[in-house]
C-alpha cells in the first residue's frame, strides 16, 4: 500500500510509502488519506494523528509529476485537475481538523509534501530537513495553499523563496512560519512512542528542543528591498545590483525559471496576501494551476527536470500583461468552490 494507517494507543499513524518515489503523491494516496483522517475524526479513542514518510529520504517529494506529464500529453490534463481539486480540498480540512495534526517534516519536504504537513497544527522539523517550493523549476506556482502560507513569511522572505524555489532548513522554516518545533532527526521514534503514550503535549516537552539558526531573516536587509520591485525583470536587477552574492545567486536561480511562471507566481503570492482566507488562496492557486495545464511550459519543465533530465528547458516567451490576467479569470461551474 502507498498510504499504511496504524493506530497506537491513542495516536493514529499515516505513513506515505512510496520511499523509491520519495513517497510522491498519488491521487489515490490524497483519497486514502482523506478517508483515514474522516474515520479518525469521528473515532473517540483516536485523540491525535500523525504524518510521516517511509525510507531515509523524506516525508514526500510533493505530486507524482511524471504521471501530470503524461496526463496533458494523452488526457489533456483532464486527470490532474481531478487530483488537484481532491488535493487542495484535503490541504484546507488539514487546517482546521478537528484533532492535533503532527506532521513530521523530516528529509525532503516538497510541494504537496508542503500541503499535507505545513498545513498542520504541530509540525515538527529536524536537522535533515529540506523544505521547498520549487515549482517555478517546471514552468508551474506554487500552490496546495503554498501562496497563502509564503505571502504570510516576514517581509518578501516567502516571494524570495517562491520565485527561487531554494530549499530552506529546519531554523528558516520555524523563522517562516511553515514549521513549529524542532526535534533532532535520532528522536523522532521515541518521539512517537512518547505521543502515543502521553500525548502531543507531553511528546514536544520531552523531546524539542531550540532549532539551529536560519539564514533568511539577518538576509532581509537586501530580500525585503529587492523584491519590492513591480516587476520580476525589475526584481532580478535589484538583486544584481545589490552587492550581495546570495542575491546575485538568487538572480541566477531566478531566470533559470519560467518566465510566464514567475510572473503569475509573482502576482499569486502578492495577491494571495490580500486575501482572507487559506481557501481563498486554494481558490485562486487552482483557477491559476488549471490554466498551467494548458500552458506550454508546465509540460516542457516536467520534460527537461523529470523526463529527459537534460535540465534545460525551452521556455516559452514570457506572458503579457493581458495572458498573465487570463490564469486569475473564474474557471465557471469547475471552480474549487472553497470560499
Not at 475524526?41 to 483516536?46: G, R, V
Not at 495553499?145 to 527561487?164: N, V
Not at 550581495?244 to 502576482?267: C, D, G, N
Amino acid at each position: 500500500m502507498d498510504i499504511e494507517t496504524t493506530q497506537d494507543g491513542h495516536l493514529g499513524h499515516i505513513l506515505l510509502n512510496r520511499p523509491k518515489a520519495l513517497n510522491a503523491l498519488t491521487h489515490d494516496m490524497v483519497r486514502h488519506l482523506d478517508a483515514a483522517l474522516q474515520a479518525w475524526e469521528a473515532d473517540e479513542t483516536i485523540q491525535a494523528v500523525l504524518i510521516s514518510g517511509a525510507g531515509e529520504r523524506g516525508l514526500c517529494a510533493g505530486g507524482d509529476i511524471r504521471s501530470i506529464y503524461e496526463d496533458i500529453r494523452q488526457g489533456g490534463g483532464a486527470a490532474t485537475a481531478a487530483f488537484w481539486r481532491d488535493e487542495y480540498l484535503l490541504n484546507a480540512w488539514i487546517a482546521h481538523y478537528g484533532k492535533p495534526y503532527v506532521a513530521l517534516m523530516d528529509g525532503l519536504v516538497m510541494g504537496g509534501g508542503v500541503g499535507v504537513s505545513a498545513h498542520g497544527s504541530v509540525r515538527v522539523v529536524t536537522e535533515r530537513t529540506k523544505l521547498a517550493m520549487p515549482e517555478t523549476g517546471i514552468g508551474l506556482i506554487p500552490d496546495v495553499g503554498g501562496t497563502f502560507l509564503l505571502s504570510r513569511a516576514p517581509g518578501d522572505i516567502g516571494l524570495h523563496l517562491a520565485l527561487t524555489g531554494m530549499a530552506i532548513g529546519a531554523g528558516d522554516a520555524i523563522a517562516c512560519g511553515l514549521a513549529d518545533h524542532f526535534v533532532p532527526s535520532a528522536d523522532l521514534p521515541a518521539f512517537q512512542r512518547s505521543a502515543a503514550a502521553h500525548g502531543v503535549t507531553a511528546a514536544l516537552a520531552a523531546h524539542a528542543v531550540p532549532a539551529p539558526e536560519g539564514i533568511l531573516p539577518e538576509q532581509r536587509s537586501w530580500i525585503d528591498v529587492c523584491y519590492a520591485g513591480e516587476s520580476v525583470p525589475e526584481i532580478v536587477e535589484q538583486l544584481l545590483e545589490i552587492g550581495e552574492s546570495a542575491a546575485k545567486e538568487a538572480a541566477e536561480q531566478i531566470a533559470a525559471k519560467s518566465p510566464t511562471a514567475l510572473r503569475v507566481t509573482l502576482r499569486s503570492i502578492r495577491r494571495a496576501g490580500l486575501l482572507g482566507s487559506l481557501e481563498a488562496a486554494l481558490d485562486q492557486e487552482y483557477r491559476v494551476s488549471c490554466r498551467a495545464l494548458r500552458h506550454p511550459d508546465l509540460e516542457e519543465g516536467i520534460r527537461a527536470q523529470v523526463i529527459d533530465k537534460d535540465r534545460s528547458p525551452r521556455w516559452a516567451p514570457a506572458a503579457s500583461a493581458a495572458e498573465v490576467d487570463a490564469f486569475f479569470a473564474p474557471l465557471g461551474d469547475k471552480e474549487l468552490g472553497l470560499s
